[in-house]
């Protein structure tokens, strides 16, 4: 009797564990599922207009499940967007910024992790504040600042008059060497927060054999930093990417992808204008209107393919570095 009831008893125990894990995958199941869907519906509502032939867009049959797929609108889209000479145009520009930004970055937030001088803390209080408060606080000066440049009154003494910097990519690398590009407070805590991370022991035995702080830096901290290099250069790679703000206010017409994707796809005209362009219909014609939104999401395809390609190369390292950089320290 003693037996046959451990046995029931085991059997319960198994059948109440068996169907609570199966609630409990079911459910977390469910949230996966919604949380996918929330974030890949913005994609799935582009991307079927897009892929839908023109003749069919609007039609109540053909809206979740086309019809007939074509590439007009991608062939609009790309039209528009100039596409392979502003994608090298961005791709060249986001990688420069990357670049400028991991030098300037890596060297301030390893003085601020090491150097102790007096008003260090307020100084990185200054940092924490590029964080907080938006740029659209400081734009106005900004853009007045670099619309008559001088500094100190010397290139007003020796020209007769200020630097006139706007539309110029130039003073995005030059604010961002300085510290102040796009996002490059946090860039600063981040590496920050890493260097503190590493061993004291390093930078002793760096002094022992007669390294200064130069040279304890680019020969031994710098070639232990391939973690938070890689974090931050993809954080800078893809906001740089998709900045409008800088090169919106610095910089207009510069041909990169994400100024001509808010320029040429805000209403018909231009949709019309490639569509007529590129089917050969007589100029003035207008195109369905449902076209102007199928070829706004092709361009939005387009416009983060690169991205996504990108993430699947480097997502594996990307996500270990995410996690060795120091962001929870």
Same mark, same amino acid.
């Given at each position: 009797?003693?037996?046959?009831?451990?046995?029931?008893?085991?059997?319960?125990?198994?059948?109440?564990?068996?169907?609570?894990?199966?609630?409990?995958?079911?459910?977390?199941?469910?949230?996966?599922?919604?949380?996918?869907?929330?974030?890949?519906?913005?994609?799935?509502?582009?991307?079927?207009?897009?892929?839908?032939?023109?003749?069919?867009?609007?039609?109540?049959?053909?809206?979740?499940?086309?019809?007939?797929?074509?590439?007009?609108?991608?062939?609009?889209?790309?039209?528009?967007?100039?596409?392979?000479?502003?994608?090298?145009?961005?791709?060249?520009?986001?990688?420069?910024?990357?670049?400028?930004?991991?030098?300037?970055?890596?060297?301030?937030?390893?003085?601020?992790?090491?150097?102790?001088?007096?008003?260090?803390?307020?100084?990185? /209080?200054?940092?924490?504040?590029?964080?907080?408060?938006?740029?659209?606080?400081?734009?106005?000066?900004?853009?007045?600042?670099?619309?008559?440049?001088?500094? /100190?009154?010397?290139?007003?003494?020796?020209?007769?008059?200020?630097?006139?910097?706007?539309?110029?990519? #130039?003073?995005?690398?030059?604010?961002?060497?300085?510290?102040?590009?796009?996002?490059?407070?946090? =860039?600063? =805590?981040?590496?920050?927060?890493?260097?503190?991370?590493?061993?004291?022991?390093?930078?002793?035995?760096?002094?022992?054999?007669?390294? #200064?702080?130069?040279?304890?830096?680019?020969?031994?901290?710098?070639?232990?930093?391939?973690?938070?290099?890689?974090?931050?250069?993809?954080?800078?790679?893809?906001?740089?990417?998709?900045?409008?703000?800088?090169?919106? /206010?610095?910089?207009?017409?510069? #041909?990169?992808?994400?100024?001509?994707?808010?320029?040429?796809?805000?209403?018909?005209?231009?949709?019309?204008?490639?569509?007529?362009?590129?089917?050969?219909?007589?100029?003035?014609?207008?195109?369905?209107?449902?076209?102007?939104?199928?070829?706004? #999401?092709?361009?939005?395809?387009?416009?983060?393919?690169?991205?996504?390609?990108?993430?699947?190369?480097?997502?594996?390292?990307?996500?270990?570095?995410?996690?060795?950089?120091?962001?929870?320290?």
């Amino acid at each position: 009797m003693n037996s046959n009831l451990v046995v029931k008893r085991l059997n319960t125990y198994k059948t109440k564990k068996m169907v609570r894990g199966l609630t409990i995958g079911f459910f977390r199941t469910l949230l996966i599922l919604g949380i996918s869907f929330v974030i890949l519906y913005p994609l799935i509502e582009s991307i079927l207009p897009a892929i839908t032939d023109y003749n069919y867009l609007g039609r109540p049959n053909s809206i979740w499940i086309p019809l007939k797929f074509g590439t007009l609108s991608f062939d609009i889209a790309s039209h528009l967007l100039n596409y392979w000479t502003a994608l090298g145009k961005t791709f060249l520009f986001s990688t420069s910024m990357m670049m400028v930004q991991l030098f300037a970055s890596a060297i301030v937030g390893y003085g601020f992790a090491h150097a102790n001088f007096k008003g260090h803390n307020l100084l990185f /209080l200054f940092v924490i504040l590029t964080i907080i408060v938006p740029p659209q606080v400081i734009m106005l000066p900004q853009y007045f600042h670099f619309q008559s440049f001088d500094i /100190l009154g010397i290139i007003e003494g020796l020209s007769g008059s200020p630097l006139n910097l706007l539309g110029k990519t #130039g003073v995005i690398y030059l604010m961002s060497a300085l510290g102040m590009g796009f996002r490059s407070g946090l =860039f600063i =805590f981040l590496f920050r927060q890493y260097y503190r991370g590493l061993p004291k022991e390093l930078e002793e035995a760096a002094l022992i054999d007669g390294c #200064g702080y130069f040279r304890t830096f680019f020969q031994i901290i710098l070639p232990n930093t391939a973690s938070i290099m890689l974090t931050v250069g993809v954080f800078s790679f893809v906001w740089n990417y998709g900045d409008t703000f800088y090169t919106g /206010l610095f910089a207009e017409n510069t #041909g990169l992808l994400a100024q001509f994707l808010g320029q040429r796809f805000q209403t018909t005209t231009w949709v019309s204008n490639a569509f007529n362009e590129l089917t050969l219909q007589p100029q003035g014609t207008q195109a369905n209107p449902l076209l102007l939104g199928a070829a706004q #999401g092709a361009a939005k395809v387009l416009f983060i393919t690169p991205l996504l390609i990108l993430y699947f190369i480097v997502q594996r390292k990307f996500v270990q570095s995410f996690e060795r950089s120091g962001i929870v320290g």
